[in-house]
């Protein structure tokens, strides 16, 4: 249970902090690009790969303040980041097959998912 309050408090905050941004970029910047969700996406790729290479690094990093600030902040954030950090691992490993079948069957299904629910629930 303690674990699941630090990931809740993480996302709490990573909410706030992308909705916070995505407002002041759509109010400083008028393009019909989702320039926010591109942003506030690209921002939380390279916040959670510094995650991960802090933790690698520094044996303070530890499980509570991983599941504050990647699994909880950086998920709360954009799970984009999760995404390209599992793109990133699979590259890393060397499983091109995988990389680019995950990647692909992500855009694609999840796009037509989308499409999907709204079809099915608009009036």
Same mark, same amino acid.
């Given at each position: 249970m303690k674990e699941a309050l630090i990931v809740g408090a993480g996302g709490f905050a990573g909410s706030i902090a992308r909705y916070l941004l995505q407002n002041a970029i759509v109010s400083r910047f008028v393009t019909v *690009?989702? =320039?926010g969700t591109f942003v506030i996406n690209l921002a939380g790729s390279l916040l959670i790969g510094l =995650? *991960? !290479?802090l933790a690698e690094r520094y044996a303070g990093f530890t499980q509570p303040w991983r599941l504050l600030l990647a699994v909880g902040f950086c998920g709360g *954030?954009?799970?984009f980041s999760t995404f390209a950090f599992d793109n990133l691992q699979l590259l890393r490993? !060397?499983?091109f097959m995988q990389l680019f079948a995950? @990647? =692909?069957l992500s855009l694609v299904v999840g796009v037509v998912l989308a @499409? =999907? !629910?709204?079809f099915v629930a608009r009036p």
């Open positions: *690009f989702p =320039l =995650l *991960f !290479g *954030f954009t799970t490993d !060397g499983n995950y @990647a =692909l @499409a =999907l !629910g709204y």
